[in-house]
């Protein structure tokens, strides 16, 4: 089992940046997938970015070209750079990982760190 810790959440006008970052308790290098999810208040949660194993990438339209997922399998982190932020990325970032072990498929999810980003 692993356990997923986010930080790096906070307040921040509109235009700035946060970095937020995905501790997890054990080795993330056999995770396949990775990704940020998001969910603003009274809606679904949404797919924000992910990344492979192989540091394949891929964003949500609405996040391209401002967002960037990265991991450090030697910190067993992943990370999320946010920057030109909207006052829309307002929400509780979450993050994901899955894996499969021989036939059984796993998932780890973070408790979320919120993000507000002020207009």
């Known amino acids: 089992q692993v356990e997923l810790m986010e930080s790096g959440g906070g307040l921040v006008q509109a235009g700035g940046s946060l970095r937020l970052s995905c501790a997890a308790s054990?080795?993330?290098?056999?995770?396949?997938?990775m990704a940020w999810y998001r969910q603003a208040p009274g809606s679904q949660r949404e797919l924000v970015a992910t990344?492979?194993?192989?540091?394949?990438?891929n964003y949500a339209d609405s996040v391209k070209g401002r967002f960037t997922i990265s991991r450090d399998n030697a910190q067993n982190t992943l990370y999320l750079q946010m920057n030109s932020l909207k006052h829309e990325d307002t929400g509780v970032y979450y993050c994901?990982?899955?894996?499969?072990?021989?036939?059984?498929?796993?998932?780890?999810w973070g408790q979320g760190t919120q993000v507000t980003v002020s207009s």
């Open positions: 994901y990982g899955d894996t499969v072990s021989g036939d059984v498929g796993y998932e780890f």
């Open positions: 990344i492979t194993s192989g540091e394949r990438t």
């Open positions: 054990t080795s993330i290098v056999r995770i396949n997938h």
